[in-house]
């Protein structure tokens, strides 16, 4: 690059780990270099536009100007005409796919001097991530809006870089969807798998087959001509959408319309507790469904793959059916898993025909199947590592799963190629394509479907765009902030979703105190909250308790646990540190007075209760353990255990919901037994 040359002897050249650690860039890129100096934004910002060129490019630079407008107040517009002493050039060299392909290139070279900067790239796909980069390194100075001067060349390190959004089992509207579309494209990630229908629902509008819509959906789908404006939105912001249309299993919404096609006698209407009764794979009428559907379906999704699920079969309306049990027989089958492999080669060939790539769950891996075939890995690392050992690509998701409701870190620490995936000879590991995030919505709804996915899911975009030595979690926390706060201007809610919620929970009024306990819990993890519902469990039941509305990962209760080991590490020693956690303490002590009769008074809050019970124990207990140790005298070892005891209890979730701050506080009272450690 020209401009890299001519302003090479300005910068000064960092690690990834140390200087560029103070920008808010998230996915870190591959390579900066840091100068000194910085470019201001004025209101006489402009672009210039040299290279290649066209509509859409000039639409991407449109949304840019308008969101460096919602970041600074500052009323861009793009000049019509030729522009002189641009502020920003931008240089594509030629045009990219007209359907964006997996490997396209998405490279791109940033330069920022105090007189202007220059984005330069292959194909405006590159412009496109390069952007991105652009709006998160604006940052406001005393003197005004700036970015600072540095060089970047960048490009992913794994072409496959998606989230799976299911909207089958809650319907999520376009607009949330595209949102969450900008979303993705701000941290470039570069796929939505859309999960369209599951036993709870069918969302695509079939011309071919109306049934499916207007007996599997309860009236909520998308029409054609919504997904052909969605699938063009998600390309001009470089987001590929992959459709999943699942078979043989979780497909009980498309037998509600076309009953002849289960394994069983039907009818199968979609209702909560109904068991998924699996496509009969041994008629030919199904065949012909799934060629006349995959046909249709073809028209609407441009992407060369298509995701044809096969997880989780279940086996009991196969084993009940004596004519299945019978074909598995005369054609020489051992079990069902033999039978779903005939199934996914006879799908295959039809997808082939349709010139569509198959992608499957890791059951779908079987040494019959072409190599072509894409193995998205959901049990376990093991799997990826197979598929690409017998020769098949594959893609991470176990690890990734946003509905269990984990710590943005423990997904940030997965990475594709780990575990067994590490001894891959180095054309194996070529194999393995990415990972994606999944957002099943079992307990997802257009409300708090922004806070599920958002901000963690950007850290799961690091792990599959930046060098794979981009580690540090606190580096990755503090950045994680800034992309949630930029994110809120792309109009996702992950954040400004909490309050409204309160207040509906609480009937309007003050919601602080119920906001300070709010802030300290987390959803229960996994699949806790499954496990503990009572006989069938209702799709259609409303959202509305505080598990719904709490953020997966309680900020406040990871800083302040942060804030106590480096207390007790340093031999409680620091008053104001002290002093912060002091503070924070009282208000759980004292939050509880505050909030009881609130809670008392609604329906959906008085099984919170206890919880704010426990917050103000403690409180309590964590106050009385600090006093022991800033007076540096070991706390009474009765006093102690009865804590500690009390304390054990709060572990124990309520209302489905986990106390955050217990551990800190436990490792307080515990701290507080011991004399002061000399540093
Ligand atoms: C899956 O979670 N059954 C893919």
Not at 215 to 239: K, L, P, W
Not at 260 to 273: K, Q, R, T
Not at 544 to 557: F, G, M, T
Request: proline share 6%; hydrophobic share 40%; charged share 25%.
């Amino acid at each position: 690059m020209r401009i890299l040359l001519a302003f090479a002897s300005l910068f000064v050249s960092l690690s990834l780990a140390a200087g560029s650690d103070t920008l808010n860039l998230m996915p870190m890129p591959a390579s900066i270099q840091a100068g000194g100096g910085q470019l201001s934004l004025e209101r006489s910002f402009s672009v210039a536009m040299s290279g290649y060129r066209d509509a859409a490019l000039d639409r991407a630079v449109q949304r840019f100007l308008a969101q460096l407008s919602r970041q600074t107040g500052i009323p861009f517009s793009q000049k019509t005409g030729g522009v002189s002493n641009p502020t920003l050039t931008i240089r594509a060299d030629h045009a990219r796919e007209k359907v964006q392909k997996l490997g396209e290139d998405e490279a791109y070279e940033l330069a920022v001097s105090g007189s202007g900067a220059t984005l330069s790239a292959p194909n405006p796909l590159g412009i496109l991530r390069g952007l991105q980069t652009f709006l998160q390194l604006v940052n406001i100075t005393p003197s005004g809006f700036a970015v600072p001067e540095l060089n970047i060349k960048d490009q992913p390190r794994f072409p496959w870089r998606g989230t799976l959004i299911d909207v089958g089992r809650h319907f999520i509207p376009l607009d949330v969807l595209k949102r969450n579309v900008d979303g993705l494209a701000a941290v470039k990630m570069n796929v939505l798998h859309w999960h369209l229908y599951d036993d709870q629902g069918f969302r695509i509008e079939s011309k071919r087959f109306p049934k499916l819509q207007q007996d599997g959906s309860g009236g909520q789908y998308y029409t054609q001509d919504e997904i052909r404006e969605f699938v063009a939105y998600a390309y001009e912001r470089g987001v590929r959408i992959v459709p999943e249309f699942e078979m043989p299993g979780h497909s009980r919404s498309v037998l509600a319309g076309y009953p002849e096609l289960g394994s069983g006698s039907g009818p199968y209407p979609v209702e909560p507790g109904a068991p998924d009764v699996a496509i009969d794979p041994t008629r030919e009428e199904t065949y012909k469904f799934i060629d006349k559907f995959i046909e249709e379906m073809s028209k609407l999704f441009p992407d060369e793959y298509v995701h044809i699920g096969g997880d989780e079969v279940n086996p009991e309306p196969w084993n009940a059916n004596p004519k299945i049990q019978e074909f598995i027989r005369a054609h020489g089958m051992k079990n069902n898993q033999d039978l779903q492999a005939y199934f996914n080669q006879r799908v295959q060939k039809i997808l082939d025909k349709h010139h569509k790539i198959m992608i499957g769950w890791d059951e779908v891996l079987h040494p019959e199947l072409p190599k072509t075939v894409v193995v998205q890995s959901w049990r376990g690392q093991e799997s990826l590592a197979a598929a690409a050992r017998q020769g098949y690509r594959g893609l991470l998701s176990f690890g990734y799963y946003l509905d269990l409701m984990w710590p943005a870190a423990r997904h940030y620490a997965g990475d594709p190629m780990s575990g067994d995936a590490a001894n891959l000879t180095s054309e194996e590991k070529g194999r393995i394509l990415g990972g994606e995030s999944c957002m099943w919505s079992e307990w997802v709804t257009p409300e708090n479907i922004d806070s599920r996915i958002w901000p963690r899911n950007a850290a799961i975009a690091e792990r599959l765009w930046s060098p794979p030595e981009v580690q540090d979690p606190a580096s990755m926390y503090r950045r994680l902030s800034s992309v949630s706060q930029s994110l809120e201007w792309l109009g996702l809610t992950q954040r400004s979703s909490l309050h409204p919620a309160l207040e509906r929970m609480s009937g309007g009024g003050d919601v602080k105190a119920l906001g300070v306990l709010a802030g300290v819990v987390e959803p229960v993890k996994d699949y806790v909250r499954m496990d503990g519902v009572k006989g069938p469990w209702d799709f259609r039941a409303p959202l509305n308790h505080l598990i719904d509305i709490v953020r997966p990962e309680s900020d406040q209760a990871r800083e302040f646990a942060e804030m106590v080991q480096s207390y007790i590490a340093g031999g409680h020693q620091d008053a104001r540190a002290a002093a912060e956690i002091r503070q924070r303490l009282i208000t759980w002590r004292d939050n509880d007075a505050r909030l009881h009769a609130e809670l008392e008074g609604s329906f959906l809050l008085q099984e919170l209760v206890p919880l704010s019970q426990n917050l103000s124990t403690l409180g309590s207990a964590g106050l009385f353990a600090l006093d022991y140790l800033e007076k540096a005298t070991p706390s009474p070892e009765n006093w102690r255990s009865q804590q500690l005891a009390w304390i054990e209890q709060t572990k124990a979730p309520t209302a489905n919901l986990l106390m955050m701050v217990t551990a800190p506080v436990q490792q307080l009272v515990e701290a507080s037994g011991r004399e002061r450690t000399q540093r």
